[in-house]
């Protein structure tokens, strides 16, 4: 083999890898949708690091709308806010530590959370619930990408090229 051939041959070999490396190396920061025992990517949100974005769903007993708030930091989601009309079963009446609980217009607040999760376990809902992902205005139902009564995990995660171009996007 002349050295021109081996030198096209490394060459080849060496742009191979570098397009490998693009397409399959994690480096996207996501709010990742996956089945919550399993890895596999359901859907997902592009984010930015220290990004806000919101859970909100419609409360199977008293049937008012509860608004979860977030940010992300590094692999962790931080809970920063819990927004609700009603007290009822399964809403907490007061603030915990550092934590503000306010009233404001018929709505309930705490605030000033920092309430750290590695992800968040949650069962889409098939009747009431209406699960929505709230990222810069924009509202992903989150029934319409996933089927209602999955159980999926959401959590931080860094995705590839080839997963980007998959179309799991929220829409």
């Not at 596999?40 to 220290?50: C, F, G, R, S, T």
């Not at 008293?62 to 920063?80: A, F, G, P, W």
């Not at 931080?156 to 171009?165: G, M």
Request: hydrophobic share 40%; glycine share 4%.
């Amino acid at each position: 083999m002349s050295l021109n051939v081996f030198k096209r041959f490394v060459v080849l070999c060496i742009l191979l890898l570098l397009i490998a490396f693009l397409f399959y190396f994690p480096y996207k920061q996501v709010i990742a949708v996956t089945y919550q025992n399993q890895e596999q990517l359901l859907a997902y949100v592009l984010l930015k690091k220290n990004e806000t974005f919101q859970i909100k769903y419609t409360h199977s007993i008293h049937l008012s709308d509860v608004v979860d708030s977030y940010r992300l930091s590094k692999e962790q989601i931080i809970q920063t806010e819990l927004a609700y009309k009603d007290f009822a079963v399964g809403m907490p009446s007061n603030a915990e530590g550092n934590e503000v609980f306010e009233e404001q217009d018929g709505t309930y607040y705490i605030k000033n959370m920092n309430r750290q999760f590695p992800f968040i376990d949650l069962r889409i809902g098939q009747v009431k619930a209406n699960h929505r992902l709230i990222y810069q205005d924009h509202v992903y139902t989150l029934a319409e990408s996933i089927k209602p009564g999955s159980w999926v995990r959401i959590s931080a995660k860094k995705i590839t090229l080839w997963q980007q171009w998959s179309g799991m996007e929220l829409k």
